[in-house]
């Protein structure tokens, strides 16, 4: 069966840091994308790492705080943040296909989302 899981997540202060993990069985996967949703939006884009490559992107707003990064044999994929912003606040999600490079708001039809990982940036 496929399943992906999405860790790491927490309440952490403006400025703080964390690193999320994806975990992913049933499926393969060249890349893998990192989603969040806040409450009352549409899931939106944030970043995406190739598995081979090795690259990635990310949208506008985190670049320069979000890193992805390949994983190991346990984990697909990490997210790394960096000086969180309240406007951080979402659940996390992880998929094994990015957000549009060039629009990283465009709904993406996928079938396979995880629960995600509640990410909140408070004071």
């Known amino acids: 069966q496929v399943q992906l899981v999405e860790s790491g997540g927490g309440l952490v202060q403006p400025g703080g840091s964390l690193t999320l993990s994806c975990t992913v069985s049933g499926l393969r996967y060249l890349a893998i994308g990192w989603f969040r949703q806040a409450p009352g939006k549409e899931r939106e884009g944030v970043a995406c790492?190739?598995?081979?490559?090795?690259?990635?992107y990310y949208r506008d707003s985190v670049k320069g705080r979000f890193t992805a990064s390949r994983g190991n044999s346990r984990v697909a994929a990490y997210l790394q943040m960096h000086s969180l912003l309240p406007e951080d606040t979402a659940v996390y999600f992880c998929a094994t296909v990015c957000p549009n490079s060039h629009n990283m708001s465009q709904v993406i039809d996928y079938a396979y989302w995880g629960q995600g990982t509640q990410v909140t940036v408070s004071a």
């Open positions: 790492i190739s598995l081979m490559a090795g690259s990635s």
